[in-house]
């Protein structure tokens, strides 16, 4: 569950949220209602990054230091967490350029390949009657194989 921390019951609390912004240092955190909404010059009212949240403590990230009381304000897919677990349900496949890239040879090696396979099988025409063979078709099909 995502909380606000609403007072500490040691001197400083720090948090490791690493899970979400990926900095590796614990971050300073203290009670109050700052950093939760910022408003604009056109008193709009608009989401903070999360690094600048000094108030609230996230799902998935660990007190390193201190403690507090907070109160839980989003829970399940509501939190950070869920709102990223929900993006990348909802996000669509994007290919890598490496990945076209491979998917375009993948591609023309078939092609090459394939080709090569019906120029092999063309030339091997004249040994199709061979005495092996029952008949011609024996031998067409046994060089498609084999080819």
């Known amino acids: 569950a995502d909380s606000r921390l609403g007072s500490l019951t040691s001197s400083t609390m720090y948090v490791d949220e690493s899970s979400l912004t990926g900095e590796s240092v614990s971050v300073g955190k203290l009670p109050g209602d700052e950093g939760l909404i910022d408003v604009n010059n056109d008193g709009e009212a608009k ?3 999360i690094q600048l949240q000094s108030t609230m403590l996230f799902s998935g990230s660990l007190a390193t230091r201190g403690s507090g009381v907070a109160l839980v304000v989003r829970t399940g897919i509501d939190t950070q967490i869920g709102k990223i677990a929900e993006a990348q349900l909802e996000g669509e496949e994007r290919k890598t350029p490496l990945g076209i890239q491979l998917d375009e040879f993948g591609t023309q090696l078939s092609c090459i390949i394939g080709g090569i396979c019906i120029a ?7 040994r199709f009657d061979d005495a092996a ?3 011609w078709i024996e031998g067409a099909i046994y060089y498609a194989k084999v080819g």
Do not use: E, G, K, Y
Request: net charge neutral.
């Open 133 to 135: 063979f029952n008949n």
């Open 120 to 126: 092999v099988w063309l030339a091997s025409i004249p």
């Open 47 to 49: 989401s903070i990054p």
